[in-house]
């Protein structure tokens, strides 16, 4: 049970990636996904899964954890490909029965598609998500955002709230079992009985569910009250955070990728995305 | 009357992952009908987790849970059936209930084994008696009861169920020391009237003695222990071994003995120990 709690699924380590400073690992996240979208060449798709490959190395993060985390997307992952192979047309056929036509051009299409989803997911969860706490992440994101807070937007509060919304989600789905166990024990049943039963027979989860996280919004904020929490203004922090070597390195490898894509989507031969 | 046995049960937690936990192993026992059971183990020792398989809400990765001789998991389909047998409550049940009334939130269990609705207010009427809530508290939304009163209404939702077996995670956990009584002694009533095999789990060691008939102790997952509170609390040293207590008037009965005053060591209750020393026995 504790297994499938795999959100913000930080994985422990001491990479070059663990240690890039969130701030700017966030700034790469972006980069690195523009980059994706850039590439329209095979080549450069090699590319592009060539440096995929680099970071997971990179990071030493267990490639079992990885394909854990594009499990959810397979679905999405079949169906783009399956709608490239029957939708695109091109001129090579090689089916052509009755009102199905399939082109070399659709199977390489949705080859490529899948190919950047892939990346796109397990790149950027290698560099963020799976290096990256959930607090320094929005540490990170909070101090990025912070000019915000010149026009008066609350930065500090958004970043605080997403702090606790990510520190508290184990707890509630920790809480969620205990209740639906306390209803089964009464003889409650999920998962049996029409839509609409199944509906009614979620009242006795989620009425307490919502109490209690009433009840601990309250007393988080009386703790944090007693603690002489104001919000963010005239704040220090314990750990601030600190730019390295690594930053301009990592920003110099992304910046060396994104030329070799526009290069070689300019100049390489062979196919070229047709979306 | 129902009889649970559990024949070399072992339960893992998060198999296969680095965090893997083995809660229970191989774990052999039997609850017998007519008693009382304390279950008694520091956290982490495998109690919730066995409680968890009486009426299963887990199944075993091997093993067996027997009601009455049966495999309850015999006809997965038919676990409810286990589950109105097998009364389970939680842990801190006053977060479980739900209901606009108390009445109907006490009515829960009985309406989902499909009692007919005059039943069920007869269900309910006795569990609240049971449990000690006086019957204007009925008609009040459970939300605005005190704590107290708040897990009675909890306990009621599974007494009303009528179960055979009924199993109280730390029932008096949280509650003032008036509180705890109250409600364990509800519970032993409750077992004499209806001759339940009743099963409770708790850290206090002063309510296992004063309530319990027969003690079981548990330790990373395995029984340890298990007989009378006088036969299992004499075995103090074993007890603090394994991160446990005995009662405090069993530590005295010690301390007693150290200094020449021996009533012995199988002292787990005031009264006895009253009894002992007015008896002449610890003449030194």
Same mark, same amino acid.
């Given at each position: 049970m504790k297994a499938d709690i795999a959100f913000g699924q930080y994985y422990e380590g001491n990479s070059f990636l663990h240690r890039l400073d969130p701030r700017w690992k966030i700034l790469f996240s972006i980069f690195y996904i523009v980059v994706i979208f850039l590439a329209k060449n095979v080549f450069a798709f090699a590319l592009l899964v060539l440096s995929a490959i680099l970071l997971i190395a990179v990071s030493r993060i267990p490639l079992r954890m990885i394909l854990r985390g594009l499990k959810p997307l397979i679905f999405i992952i079949a169906f783009t490909a399956i709608i490239n192979i029957f939708w695109l047309k091109g001129k090579t056929v090689l089916v052509d029965w009755w009102i199905i036509h399939i082109y070399l051009e659709g199977i390489i299409?949705?080859?490529?598609?899948?190919?950047?989803?892939?990346?796109?997911?397990?790149?950027?969860?290698?560099?963020?998500?799976?290096?990256?706490?959930?607090?320094?992440?929005?540490?990170?994101?909070?101090?990025?955002?912070?000019?915000?807070?010149?026009?008066?937007?609350?930065?500090?509060?958004?970043?605080?709230?997403?702090?606790?919304?990510? =520190?508290?989600? !184990?707890?509630?789905?920790?809480?969620?079992?205990?209740?639906?166990?306390?209803?089964?024990?009464?003889?409650?049943?999920?998962s049996t009985g029409s839509l609409a039963? =199944?509906?009614?027979?979620?009242?006795?989860?989620?009425?307490?569910?919502?109490?209690?996280?009433?009840?601990?919004?309250?007393?988080?904020?009386?703790?944090?009250?007693?603690?002489?929490?104001?919000?963010?203004?005239?704040?220090?922090?314990?750990?601030?955070?600190?730019?390295?070597?690594?930053?301009?390195?990592?920003?110099?490898?992304?910046?060396?990728?994104?030329?070799?894509?526009?290069?070689?989507?300019?100049?390489?031969?062979?196919?070229?995305?047709?979306? | 009357m129902a009889e649970i046995t559990l024949e070399n049960?072992?339960?893992?937690?998060?198999?296969?992952? !680095?965090?893997?936990?083995?809660?229970? @192993? @191989?774990?052999?026992?039997?609850?017998? !009908?007519?008693?009382?059971?304390?279950?008694?183990?520091?956290?982490?020792?495998?109690?919730?987790?066995?409680?968890?398989?009486?009426?299963?809400?887990?199944?075993?990765?091997?093993?067996?849970?027997?009601? @009455?001789?049966? @495999?309850?998991?015999?006809d997965p389909k038919k676990i409810q059936e286990i589950r109105f047998r097998v009364g389970l409550v939680m842990q801190y049940p006053e977060y479980q209930l739900f209901d606009e009334t108390v009445e109907s939130d006490i009515g829960f269990g009985p309406k989902n084994m499909g009692m007919e609705p005059e039943k069920i207010k007869q269900a309910v009427a006795r569990a609240a008696q049971f449990a000690g809530l006086s019957p204007e508290l009925l008609s009040k939304s459970p939300f605005d009861l005190s704590g107290g009163q708040k897990r009675r209404a909890a306990l009621a939702g599974v007494m009303a169920m009528e179960p055979d077996v009924l199993v109280l995670d730390e029932p008096a956990a949280g509650l003032d020391p008036g509180g705890r009584r109250e409600i364990l002694s509800r519970i032993r009533e409750y077992q004499q009237e209806s001759g339940a095999n009743v099963i409770i789990v708790s850290h206090s060691m002063e309510d296992m003695a004063l309530y319990c008939d027969r003690v079981l102790v548990m330790e990373n997952g395995k029984l340890v222990m298990s007989g009378t509170p006088a036969e299992v609390f004499s075995r103090a040293e074993e007890l603090i071994a394994v991160g446990l207590d005995v009662p405090q008037i069993t530590r005295v009965a010690r301390a007693l003995r150290e200094v020449g005053v021996d009533i012995g060591l199988d002292i787990y209750t005031v009264k006895f120990a009253a009894q002992r020393l007015l008896s002449g026995k610890g003449k030194v």
């Open positions: 299409n949705a080859l490529l598609i899948v190919v950047r989803v892939v990346i796109l997911v397990a790149g950027t969860s290698v560099l963020l998500t799976y290096t990256t706490t959930p607090l320094a992440l929005t540490d990170g994101l909070e101090r990025l955002l912070s000019p915000l807070a010149k026009i008066r937007l609350p930065v500090h509060e958004f970043s605080m709230m997403m702090t606790i919304a990510l =520190r508290f989600i !184990p707890t509630l789905v920790e809480e969620t079992e205990k209740i639906m166990n306390a209803q089964k024990a009464r003889g409650a049943d999920f039963r =199944r509906a009614k027979a979620l009242i006795p989860i989620l009425i307490p569910l919502f109490i209690s996280a009433f009840r601990r919004a309250e007393e988080l904020a009386t703790a944090m009250e007693c603690r002489c929490y104001t919000g963010g203004k005239g704040r220090t922090r314990m750990n601030i955070l600190h730019s390295t070597w690594r930053d301009p390195a990592m920003c110099l490898a992304l910046c060396a990728l994104c030329a070799g894509v526009v290069l070689l989507n300019y100049f390489a031969p062979g196919y070229t995305l047709a979306m | 049960v072992t339960y893992v937690y998060g198999k296969g992952a !680095p965090y893997e936990m083995r809660a229970l @192993d @191989d774990v052999s026992l039997t609850f017998r !009908p007519g008693e009382v059971t304390g279950l008694i183990g520091h956290t982490g020792s495998g109690k919730s987790t066995l409680v968890q398989m009486l009426n299963g809400l887990l199944k075993p990765d091997s093993g067996r849970v027997l009601l @009455d001789g049966k @495999d309850i998991w015999a």
